[in-house]
């Protein structure tokens, strides 16, 4: 059993920071890449950043040079830093990870349980 459990999300003004983070627990041999993605209501599921096992990072053009991921592997934790917040960044965002469990042969995609962000104008 692999559960992503994330924290951090809540009600913040226009200009503001939050940060998230998300912690992966249970039979994990590696995970390869961690990433946080973002579904505001109404529209699909967008990929916000991710970064690998390496260090290496992809940022959706929208969040560039405000929003910053960063991971821990001995923790197998991943957290995104948002500065400069804006009305719409308003979202549920969602960790996600390819994680390969012990004894199996393959990666699988994992989700978290989503935390809202909500930024007032």
């Known amino acids: 059993q692999v559960q992503l459990v994330e924290s951090g999300g809540g009600l913040v003004q226009a200009g503001g920071s939050l940060r998230l983070s998300c912690a992966a627990s249970g039979s994990i041999f590696s995970i390869n890449i961690m990433g946080w993605y973002r579904q505001a209501p109404g529209k699909q599921r967008d990929l916000v950043a991710a970064i690998t096992s390496d260090g290496s990072t992809n940022y959706a053009d929208s969040v560039k040079g405000r929003f910053t991921i960063s991971r821990d592997n001995a923790r197998n934790t991943v957290s995104l830093q948002m500065n400069s917040l804006k009305p719409e960044d308003t979202a549920v965002y969602y960790c996600?990870?390819?994680?390969?469990?012990?004894?199996?042969?393959?990666?699988?995609?994992?989700w978290g349980q989503g935390t809202q962000v909500t930024v007032s104008s």
């Open positions: 996600n990870a390819h994680i390969r469990r012990i004894a199996a042969p393959w990666f699988n995609n994992y």
